[in-house]
């Protein structure tokens, strides 16, 4: 009986031991799963990060661009503005210079004269 024991509880080591390397194997199996799934993931996030970095170039180089282009705008605007301002200037004297010629200053009388003329 011991025998037929012994043998059954070697039986029943066997078995389980099978138990135990088929589940090794399975784990092993799933374990290189998650490392190919984890190298697949590693891979599209650098491809990710790749395309963000151009991106990121890309506007970089497009705001300086638009930096560029601000700072031309605004010495042409200051241009613009100084123009004008001597415009508004040259236009002012002009209308006063018009006006002038209007009025005729060199027809006018001025008080002492129309005194002299009034009183005989």
Do not use: C
């Not at 092993?28 to 697949?40: A, G």
């Not at 200051?78 to 006006?99: A, H, M, P, S």
């Not at 008080?111 to 005989?120: G, H, S």
Request: proline letters at 2%; charged letters at 45%.
């Amino acid at each position: 009986m011991k025998e037929n024991s012994a043998v059954k509880q070697a039986k029943e080591i066997e078995e389980y031991l099978d138990r135990i390397g088929k589940r090794i194997v399975e784990m092993e199996s799933l374990s290189k799963e998650l490392v190919t799934i984890e190298d697949r993931r590693k891979t599209q996030l650098k491809r990710i990060v790749a395309r963000f970095k151009v991106e990121i170039k890309n506007l970089h180089d497009r705001l300086a661009k638009e930096k560029r282009k601000l700072i031309n705008d605004q010495r042409e605007i200051k241009v613009l503005i100084t123009e004008f301002k001597d415009v508004v200037k040259k236009e002012g004297l002009d209308k006063l210079n018009d006006r002038i010629e209007e009025w005729g200053p060199d027809k006018f009388v001025n008080r002492n004269e129309v005194l002299k003329r009034i009183r005989p």
